[in-house]
């Protein structure tokens, strides 16, 4: 049986270095959404961070990977292999922006 935190599916399906330079991305996108936040006045707590990170991925290969809902797509299992690989990136992001603050 394939450990939690391996996603096959994913792997199969997606070039990591793609998937590397998504979470880039994604991560960038969403420290902005967080500096505007603060900006206002409102802090985003370190599990909504990640949340919208990796559900910011996975929505963005949902639709391609599962032929548009048709076929099975294994959310928790990405999303467990999603977390295993980016949380150090994302808890330093997360940790700068609050020492920026």
Do not use: A
């Not at 270095?17 to 991560?27: C, H, K, P, V």
């Not at 707590?45 to 048709?70: A, M, T």
């Not at 977390?83 to 990136?89: A, E, I």
């Amino acid at each position: 049986m394939m450990g939690i935190n391996e996603s096959s599916f994913l792997r199969r399906r997606v070039d990591i270095s793609s998937l590397d330079s998504n979470i880039l991305d994604n991560l960038n996108y969403v420290t902005d959404i967080f500096l505007r936040e603060l900006i206002d006045g409102n802090r985003m707590e370190f599990d909504d961070f990640k949340r919208r990170i990796i559900n910011g991925i996975i929505d963005d290969y949902h639709g391609d990977l599962s032929n548009w809902g048709q076929d099975e797509f294994p959310s928790d299992e990405i999303y467990n292999f999603l977390l295993d690989r980016y949380l150090p990136k994302i808890e330093s992001r997360y940790n700068w922006i609050i020492n920026l603050y």
